[in-house]
């Protein structure tokens, strides 16, 4: 019997987990993020498994290493808080390359209906009996122009449901595809042409704050800014800024920069001593989800049978399909 630690566990990851799991591999499931604090919980165990918020940098590799963990399987598909290089050649990295593309890409258009029709205004107005109308206008999505950063199955994804809409559909990405519906452009001129701007990239070394003040000054005035992807995409500084001076009409967030002490927890008690995040929050025209996009029945099923497929490939010494190539 293999045992694996899993880090960063929610309830509802448990009842996903339960359902697929193997006779074969025992699972420990941890509340606690995996850091430098908590690597010792994996003692003992054969392999690990990981989400967005923990910290898998080089300590913690080593000490992994050292307790005899050669495996840690993300139960995502961004890696970008694994130390890849310190990675090589002590602990394999696997993932869950897609789950439900479809989840994300419907949370932000949930996010888009939401910002424009003013949902979270008319929600809280009808429960106190306020039946008015002022202040609520939107705009037709049909015949505006989406912007894409990004078209792999997620962007691909939510350009179909774009599509749906009636929208002109603009992408950008360094590798175009012919399965992406709308039309590729340069960066700058998605960026000028865009109602709204959605992120569907990976959050990598080159494209950390993509959109920052440079960038949101080439952008319509009014723009709407979606981020469903990570967090540093976007200087939120910058963001702010837009927002105080008009130039971004509205932001749909469901991840942010400093999200990793947050999100996924209940301060509901307590007094946020994140100054930029309270901010954005007490802004009317922005939502903040946390990191919520993948949540389905349908994505979770899929990041347990993946994950436990992961494990099984790696305890029996087949090919790790899903492995990260480092
Ligand atoms: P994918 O790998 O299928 O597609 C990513 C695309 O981005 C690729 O086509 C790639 O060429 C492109 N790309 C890379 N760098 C770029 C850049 N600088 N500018 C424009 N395009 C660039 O990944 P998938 O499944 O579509 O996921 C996209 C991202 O969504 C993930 O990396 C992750 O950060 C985020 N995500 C968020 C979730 C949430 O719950 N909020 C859940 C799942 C993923």
Redesign the pocket.
């Given at each position: 019997m293999k045992t694996v630690a899993f880090f960063d566990t929610k309830p509802y990851d448990k009842e996903s987990f339960e359902r697929y799991k193997s006779e074969d591999i025992n699972i420990r499931f941890f509340e606690n993020k995996l850091n430098a604090d908590t690597v010792s919980m994996a003692a003992c165990c054969d392999a690990v498994c990981a989400f967005?918020n923990d910290s898998i940098d080089s300590y913690v590799l080593e000490q992994l290493e050292k307790f005899g963990v050669g495996l840690i399987t993300m139960r995502?598909?961004?890696y970008?808080n694994v130390d890849l290089k310190a990675a090589r050649g002590r602990v394999k990295i696997a993932r869950v390359?897609?789950?439900s593309?479809y989840?994300?890409a419907e949370?932000s258009m949930g996010m888009i209906l939401l910002l424009n029709r003013k949902l979270h205004r008319a929600y809280i107005r009808t429960r106190d009996h306020n039946f008015s109308l002022e202040g609520l206008t939107g705009f037709d999505l049909y015949g505006k122009t989406v912007g894409i950063?990004?078209?792999?199955?997620?962007?691909?994804?939510f350009a179909d449901i774009c599509r749906g809409f009636g929208m002109n559909i603009l992408g950008?990405?360094?590798?175009?595809?012919d399965e992406f519906c709308g039309k590729y452009v340069s960066?700058d001129e998605l960026l000028s042409q865009s109602d709204i701007i959605s992120?569907?990239?990976?959050?990598?070394k080159?494209?950390l704050h993509?959109i920052n003040n440079e960038t949101i000054e080439k952008m319509k005035k009014g723009v709407f800014i979606i981020n469903?992807?990570?967090g540093k995409?976007i200087d939120t500084q910058a963001l702010i800024n837009g927002l105080k001076s008009g130039r971004v009409g509205a932001a749909g967030l469901?991840?942010y920069e400093e999200e990793t002490e947050l999100f996924f927890e209940d301060f509901s008690e307590e007094i946020i001593k994140d100054d930029t995040l309270s901010t954005l929050i007490s802004m009317p025209n922005v939502i903040v989800t946390s990191?919520?996009?993948?949540?389905t029945r349908e994505?979770l099923d899929a990041i347990a049978q993946t994950t436990i497929k992961n494990l099984e490939d790696y305890f029996s010494g087949s090919e790790l399909e899903n492995e990260v190539v480092i």
């Open positions: 967005v995502c598909a961004g970008n390359p897609a789950y593309p989840a994300v949370h950063i990004g078209t792999g199955k997620i962007g691909r994804s950008f990405d360094p590798y175009p595809t960066l992120l569907h990239c990976p959050l990598t080159e494209n993509l469903t992807s990570r995409l469901d991840v990191h919520q996009a993948f949540l994505a």
